[in-house]
């Protein structure tokens, strides 16, 4: 055990390296990359200076404002993807719009993460519109349809296998990347259906809110949204099934 001193601190060669201020070679990218990544911070915390004082200069009053409360009418539930940002596609400024963002943006009934943002966007901030977005060649679609090892992941696409396996016919003619669009369309009206089956979205209908869900889809090659005009705006779309009031109308019937 004498020599455990050296093994931890790397031995004799590297405490004279130390000593004389030079990188052992097999550390020297390691501490380049760390002292890259932190940089990068760094030039993220600078910028948010900048904006900050800009947005400042622009409009005195905007931070006061923002702080003050939250009352958006918009509801955004999109995929986590960097390249679709939900202000901006909209042109709306902070504040204006209630944002949830996940993996394909999916909807699932069991996901209380995504059903707690819906809850409070719609029973605390009563927004007005609900719009769930997805976005042309969605890395998450493909992946669901190509199969592959992804990791956890793929327990979260398994919907989407599902619902590409139930439309697989009619896709398989068309080329791959004409698949994974078509996909993205169909996922985004299979989650407006979810969503307008809960009972969160459906009391608020029975108790009047003025309330529309929507599907859109964002083009990354052109920036534009494609309205794929499936809106729900209250309980009589529903299928009868999936309503909350089917017992009651079952009790009537008798």
Not at 37 to 53: S, V
Request: proline share 4%; with cysteine; aromatic share 6%.
């Amino acid at each position: 055990d004498d020599n455990s001193d050296e093994q931890v601190s790397g031995g004799p060669a590297l405490t004279a390296m130390a000593s004389e201020g030079k990188r052992p070679a097999q550390y020297s990218g390691c501490i380049d990359e760390g002292s890259r990544m932190m940089n990068q911070i760094k030039t993220l915390l600078e910028r948010n200076r900048g904006w900050a004082e800009s947005v400042q200069k622009e409009d005195p009053g905007f931070f006061a404002r923002l702080s003050g409360q939250q009352n958006p009418d918009y509801l955004w539930i999109g995929c986590s993807d960097s390249r679709v940002p939900a202000n901006q596609i909209v042109d709306l400024p902070p504040g204006e719009v209630f944002v949830h963002r996940n993996v394909a943006n999916l909807l699932h009934h069991n996901d209380m993460n995504a059903l707690s943002v819906v809850q409070f966007a719609v029973d605390v901030l009563k927004v007005k519109h609900i719009m769930i977005v997805g976005h042309y060649g969605c890395g998450g679609i493909k992946a669901a349809m190509t199969g592959g090892e992804c990791g956890i992941v793929d327990y979260w696409l398994h919907s989407v296998r599902e619902l590409y396996s139930r439309h697989r016919k009619t896709l398989e003619t068309l080329p791959l990347a004409e698949q994974v669009d078509r996909m993205c369309e169909l996922n985004v009206k299979a989650q407006v259906d979810n969503l307008c089956r809960t009972k969160i979205i459906q009391r608020a209908w029975q108790r009047g809110q003025p309330l529309a869900v929507h599907g859109w889809v964002y083009g990354l090659n052109d920036g534009r949204v494609t309205d794929l005009e499936c809106t729900v705006e209250g309980l009589d779309q529903v299928p009868q099934l999936y309503r909350v009031d089917r017992l009651v109308r079952a009790d009537q019937a008798d």
